[in-house]
């Protein structure tokens, strides 16, 4: 779908204009480093969002949140997406955006009342522990190291866990360990307890994730029977349940982040004279900024379908597969191009594509590498499992 409804249209220019008017002139405030915004940097971005009602949108309207559908956040968080701050401020931002999907669904009521409202709210932020080091796990989740032991009324974890985005300054954790049967298992915990150790946080190449990336290591954590999430033993099944949509908006928030990289090549190839002529007229130029528009078109075409597919209530995994890799990929030619377009000034950090540049390249790695996505889809056509 590409044809808007004139609520969709009015959604969209509403959360732009909450962009540009609150978002975007914070983006040189100086309370953020590159471990991503601060706390109170954030809990002002999430205020602003509160009073324009945009606070949270995609979580059930019994948590706090609009209960969005999937096109109404395709439409919504690629506006968002514009500005790195953009997603934070309606606390629409990986992880807690995947973990309010996964704790809505799972969760008991405890637990939503104990965390997930909380989150919904702003007032705490969360982490999802899952990768390891070698040879744990990474794009294959089955190599999982971190162990689950039943002792009494609890469960003893213990395991090395890193690249745990936003783990630094989360209150509470989803954590992945194996069971003693060979199956895996989802656990919530507080961080403020005996056993969770944050060890450091890790230089990353990106910046726009609050908390950074983390490693984490579980001495003896012990959790009680009533934090598991779900059951025992359906860790993958749950996993699932969270990454599909979870990678779908990641596509959302990056088509935004790209379209702002464009928009500002588009702008400079426009005024800049080169050779007696707008830069822009150069063939070489000019043709990079219209293969930008057939890529920006070519992701948001297929994000917009992946979102139908899911709001008609179907798995959608081999679907976000697709637009997973289509997205991550167009999206980084679109920044790229946009980076040669601007030449020396796009090396640094006067120019905001800069940022972008850096803080995209992952997105072709994280939630499933996309190779991991390839395999996944030749291996069900060939199954005929789609």
Not at 64 to 74: F, R
Not at 83 to 102: R, T, Y
Not at 186 to 207: K, P, Q
Not at 332 to 358: H, N, P, Y
Request: with cysteine; hydrophobic share 40%.
């Amino acid at each position: 779908m590409i044809t808007l409804s004139s609520e969709l249209l009015s959604l969209q220019q509403k959360v732009r204009d909450f962009i540009q008017q609150e978002v975007i002139p914070l983006e040189k405030d100086p309370r953020q480093d590159s471990h991503g915004p601060s706390e109170e940097l954030r809990q002002e971005l999430l205020s602003r969002a509160r009073k324009w009602g945009l606070l949270t949108p995609h979580a059930s309207q019994e948590m706090g949140g609009l209960a969005w559908s999937h096109l109404e956040k395709a439409i919504a968080f690629e506006e968002a997406g514009y500005s790195a701050l953009g997603p934070i401020a309606l606390n629409i931002h990986a992880p807690d955006e995947g973990n309010i999907h996964l704790l809505d669904i799972v969760a008991n009521d405890e637990q939503k009342q104990r965390w997930l409202k909380r989150i919904v709210s702003g007032e705490i932020r969360s982490c999802f522990a899952m990768t390891e080091p070698t040879p744990g796990a990474g794009s294959d989740p089955s190599m999982l190291q971190t162990t689950a032991v039943l002792d009494g009324n609890d469960y003893i974890i213990n395991g090395h866990k890193w690249l745990i985005t936003g783990a630094d300054g989360a209150a509470v954790a989803i954590i992945m360990a194996k069971m003693e049967d060979g199956t895996a298992s989802m656990f919530l915990t507080d961080t403020d307890v005996d056993g969770f150790i944050l060890e450091r946080n890790m230089n990353a190449m990106d910046s726009c994730f609050t908390g950074g990336h983390g490693v984490l290591r579980f001495e003896n954590l012990r959790i009680p029977k009533e934090n598991v999430l779900g059951e025992i033993g359906k860790g993958f099944q749950y996993a699932q349940v969270r990454l599909a949509p979870a990678r779908l908006t990641h596509c959302m928030r990056w088509l935004g982040q790209a379209r702002r990289a464009h928009d500002v090549a588009t702008e400079y190839a426009r005024n800049r004279q080169s050779f007696g002529k707008r830069l822009g007229d150069h063939q070489g130029v000019g043709f990079m900024l219209a293969d930008n528009e057939m890529d920006l078109l070519t992701t948001r075409l297929a994000v917009h379908y992946c979102a139908q597919v899911l709001d008609a209530e179907q798995k959608a995994n081999y679907e976000s597969s697709l637009v997973k890799v289509i997205s991550s990929e167009g999206i980084w030619r679109v920044i790229d191009r946009s980076v040669q377009i601007l030449g020396g000034q796009a090396m640094t950090d006067e120019s905001i594509v800069c940022k972008i540049f850096k803080d995209a390249r992952g997105f072709r790695i994280y939630d499933g590498a996309n190779e991991v996505h390839r395999m996944s889809i030749a291996r069900k056509l060939l199954g005929k499992q789609i």
